[in-house]
């Protein structure tokens, strides 16, 4: 595999927090384009030739969805879930999910790292990521909304979890 290029650290680049209609016709593109995208991609069932024998013809379709706060990320999750069966996962509200639960190990980390406004340990985002993908069968598409949020994010998702297929921006 290769890996993909992301911009330089830290991810995302500052985004406008307000819509406009240049802007609902700039993410009716990008659904056009990922629409076509993932149609190449899943064109086929019988796994590639190439592959090696490590199964990856079954592990997850991973579609990075980054921008900042406010710029329609999670509705634009919404309408390719509804559109197309992705699996939305936002890693902010498994983040929120994981440090209300009384039980959680990492609970009080969350929410110590949240009241300061810092960036949760990657380790911990990945692993609540992780638990959440397996929970889908092979070959799911996932949506992946806030995260990563900087460069070692990413590339540390991609050595223990699965590589993505596509950023959207």
Known sequence: HTVPSYSSSPLPAPYPTTRSNHQDQSSQGA???????????LATDEPETNVPETLDYLQPIIIFVLGGPGVGKGTQCQRLQAEYGFVHLSAGELLRQEQSRMDSPHGALIREFIREGKIVPREVTIALLKAAIASYPPRTVFLIDGFPRELDQAWAFERTVAHSSFVLS
């Not at 659904?31 to 991609?41: D, V, W």
């Open 31 to 41: 659904i056009r384009a990922l629409s076509l995208a993932m149609a190449t991609t």
